[in-house]
Every structure is written in structure tokens, then in C-alpha cells.
């Protein structure tokens, strides 16, 4: 199944799930940083939106609370974010690895890291 295309609020509310494990909403909420944070509702919506779509499910019930839990890795939620940005390139990579360049976002040990996995994925197809 593919990862679900999930927004800027719904990825902060993942990264707690995946941070913290299985959680109620509270405990969603309460990750929030004070300036800026959400409501309790928003994040309680946010919560429900995510469970729709499959990204996470309720794990169980204690009292009156559900704890939900991630469904999707944060490796298939990032890569859905990565594919999301090259589609807005035509699928090209290289205007997007020109800007991390350009801003210094991308390091050698980058670079490096890069080469490692092209050289393993050659063997691989070899």
C-alpha cells in the first residue's frame, strides 16, 4: 500500500506517534511546543484525518481514552514528501540537490553517503 500524502500538521502529529510510540491524543497534544501549538480539537481532528486515511489506528482503549498508533513508517511518510517535491520538478532531481548545495544543506559526509548507496545499488543490478 502506498504511503498516504499527509500535510505539515498531520507529519508533527506522526513524529510524535513515532517519537513516543502508541499514544492517547492528549499525550499527542502535549508534545506540541506551547508557542504555536495547536488546539487540543485541531490535533484530535488531525488524529481522526490520519486514522481515515491509514496512517495510524486505534491500538486499544483505556477508560475513555484511544490510543492510536502509526500504521505508515517515517521512511514511507518521508519518501511520499521527497517523491511529492520532485514531482514539482518534473521528477528532475538535480534543481533540488543544486539548492542544498547552493544553501550548504548538503555536506560532503552527504556526498559521501550518496556515493555508498549508488555504488551498492550498481552491484546490486549487476
Do not use: C
Not at 499514544?23 to 511546543?33: A, K, L, Q
Not at 492510536?68 to 517523491?83: K, M, P, S, Y
Amino acid at each position: 500500500m502506498a504511503s498516504p500524502k499527509l500535510s505539515k500538521l498531520e507529519m508533527k502529529v506522526m513524529e510524535a506517534l513515532w517519537t513516543n510510540g502508541p499514544s492517547s491524543v492528549r499525550e499527542i497534544h502535549d508534545v506540541f511546543p506551547k508557542r504555536g501549538k495547536p488546539a487540543y480539537t485541531t490535533v484530535q481532528t488531525m488524529v481522526y484525518r490520519l486514522e481515515v486515511k491509514g496512517a495510524v489506528r486505534r491500538a486499544k482503549k483505556i477508560s475513555n481514552a484511544n490510543i492510536f498508533e502509526a500504521t505508515v513508517t517515517r521512511e514511507a511518510a518521508q519518501r511520499r514528501w521527497i517523491d511529492d517535491v520532485l514531482a514539482l520538478f518534473g521528477g528532475r532531481s538535480q534543481p533540488v540537490m543544486a539548492h542544498l548545495i547552493e544553501t550548504g544543506k548538503l555536506t560532503l559526509e552527504d556526498i559521501k553517503e550518496a556515493e555508498k548507496l549508488l555504488r551498492e545499488m550498481s552491484r546490486k543490478e549487476k
